[in-house]
Nanobody, 122 residues
């Protein structure tokens, strides 16, 4: 069984920083891309940042220049360094592992973590 566990959320003042981590555990052969999404109350889930196994990254326009995504392939872990946080960054942040294969010849499946709450006060 595969699990994604996020950590690092919390309460921070505007202008502050947080670092989120997401570790995928279980029987894992490979993961294509890992990313962070967020969902604020009453809003749709949106992509924050994504990183492929080769290190290519993509960011939402609203976080470019403030957030940095990184990945440790050996540990199946993805990180999100969030700087210059704004109140509008307040949301539940969810980790995604896209195209995860548990075995070399297995099917590629997407997995989600349960989320970690980030609250930015003004």
């Amino acid at each position: 069984q595969v699990q994604l566990v996020e950590s690092g959320g919390g309460l921070v003042q505007a202008g502050g920083s947080l670092r989120l981590s997401c570790a995928a555990s279980g029987s894992i052969f490979s993961i294509n891309a890992m990313g962070w999404y967020r969902q604020a109350p009453g809003k749709q889930r949106e992509l924050v940042a994504i990183i492929t196994s080769g290190g290519s990254t993509n960011y939402a326009h609203s976080v470019k220049g403030r957030f940095t995504i990184s990945r440790d392939n050996a540990k199946n872990t993805v990180y999100l360094q969030m700087n210059s946080l704004k109140p509008e960054d307040t949301a539940d942040y969810l980790c995604n592992a896209a195209g995860l294969k548990r075995y070399e010849w297995g099917s590629a499946v997407d997995y989600w973590g349960k989320g970690t709450l980030v609250t930015v006060s003004s």
